[in-house]
């Protein structure tokens, strides 16, 4: 993907972040900034850290060191400097959550309709009609039958669920939206139509995204800049298309020549 044009406000900073379980355990000492509508992209084998780095990013777990700082619409937060309640309504409110795991960003037992309905209630749409027009609309930009609002995420397949997390998580149209693993966990075949509608999505909206993956090509589709990480460190950052065309560290190449990726 090509980088957005200007140079829009930076949205999301980390400032030399730490959270280690032990040696090479977690993540250590990263940093970085993400403009508005950029999507970047966290890659690295398994157990380098990328989804410590993604929680502590998305205000679920602290950091030992370090700062988070989010310029959302009051300005200027540290996220960790504000109270859990604000730090909770933040993710609620302004940004998305899509897990690797559809199950555990639904709610099963309430129909589709009601799983895309509840975000904007939150933000305090009560109106049943907008809300049930708006889980239509947000079920056909999906690729799901809107005729199935009323059913339960329970009897979706894997893939179905995927897309209507994805609806969930983007009918607020959040400031800012964290991906573990959007595409893990399916067929291939499944996970290549996903990655098509998610790519489509990201560029009609101008998300600003930051994508965990282990996935080398779910990065070159998705991100703009990506930061390699390896036992907790970046090892190696930068534009898309350069990290992978051609990797500078002896590591990148590895990951790059698949000898590494799972
Ligand atoms: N809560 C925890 N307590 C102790 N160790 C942890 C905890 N969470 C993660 N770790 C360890 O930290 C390291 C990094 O894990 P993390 O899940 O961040 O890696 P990852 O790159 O996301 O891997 P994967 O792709 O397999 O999810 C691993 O060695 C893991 O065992």
């Known amino acids: 993907m ?16 730490s959270r280690l379980y032990g040696p090479g355990k977690g993540c250590e000492d990263i940093g970085f ?5 950029e999507v970047l992209g966290i890659v690295g084998e398994s157990g380098s850290g990328k989804s410590t780095l993604l ?8 950091p030992d060191r370090g700062r988070v700082l989010y310029h959302g619409h009051e300005g200027e937060l540290d996220l960790y400097a504000i109270g859990e309640a604000r730090r909770r309504a ?6 998305g959550l899509v897990h690797q795991n559809p199950r555990d960003g639904l709610r099963l037992g309430v129909s589709a309709g009601a799983n895309i309905g509840e975000r904007l209630m939150a933000l305090g749409d009560r109106h049943y009609g907008q809300l049930r027009a708006a889980g239509q609309d947000w079920m056909g930009r999906v690729e799901l039958d809107p005729r199935r609002i009323d059913d339960v995420p329970k009897t979706f397949s894997g893939g179905m669920q995927q897309r209507l997390q ?16 959007p595409t893990g966990g399916l067929d291939v075949s499944v996970q290549a139509r996903l990655l098509d509608m998610l790519r489509t999505l990201v560029r009609e909206l101008g998300l600003s995204v930051v994508l965990v993956t282990h996935d080398l090509a779910v990065a070159r589709l998705l991100a703009h800049r990506l930061m390699v990480m390896r036992r907790g460190r970046v090892i190696e950052a930068g534009l898309t298309d350069q990290i ?6 002896a590591y990148t190449q590895l990951l790059v020549s698949s000898v590494l990726t799972p």
């Open 33 to 37: 900034r993400l403009h508005a509508g």
């Open 2 to 17: 090509n980088r957005p044009p200007l140079d829009p406000p930076v949205l999301l900073e980390a400032r030399r972040i």
């Open 90 to 95: 933040l993710l609620r409110l302004e940004w």
């Open 55 to 62: 929680r502590v990013l998305s205000g679920l777990e602290a």
């Open 244 to 249: 992978l065309d051609d990797p500078q560290h």
């Open 166 to 181: 994805i609806a969930r998580t983007l009918v607020t149209r959040p400031n800012l939206v964290f991906m573990d693993e």
